[in-house]
């Protein structure tokens, strides 16, 4: 089984992106909603969906953890703006930086 993506539309007409693994595990999901769809798949290709050469190189990644100790992750644009982030904490951060991985980061 692939891991499987869903571009939808949330309740407030905003365009969002949701990756699952075939466990059943949110892998990654749009930290923000998108005005149009179009936006919202440029977005989902810096984490891996239809992979576009180029897309996302410049993008910045911050570890970090929170105040119980577990590991997170996000990816900042050029512009500052945050296009991903972590949707649970890890215990480790090897096991954080496997996550980012998944999401385009390239160590």
Do not use: L
Not at 18 to 38: D, E, F, L, Q, Y
Not at 59 to 85: L, M, Q, T
């Amino acid at each position: 089984m692939a891991d499987k993506w869903e571009i939808y539309q949330d309740r407030a007409g905003e365009w969002r992106w949701c990756w699952t693994s075939p466990n059943g595990n949110i892998v990654g999901a749009t930290s923000v909603g998108h005005s149009s769809k179009r936006s919202c798949i440029e977005n989902a290709r810096r984490h891996g969906y239809v992979r576009a050469s180029g897309k996302g190189a410049k993008d910045r990644w911050a570890f970090y953890k929170d105040r119980s100790g577990k590991w997170h992750w996000r990816r900042i644009a050029p512009n500052e703006e945050v296009v991903g982030k972590a949707t649970e904490g890890c215990s480790n951060k090897s096991d954080c930086e496997s996550n980012t991985i998944r999401n385009g980061y390239d160590k």
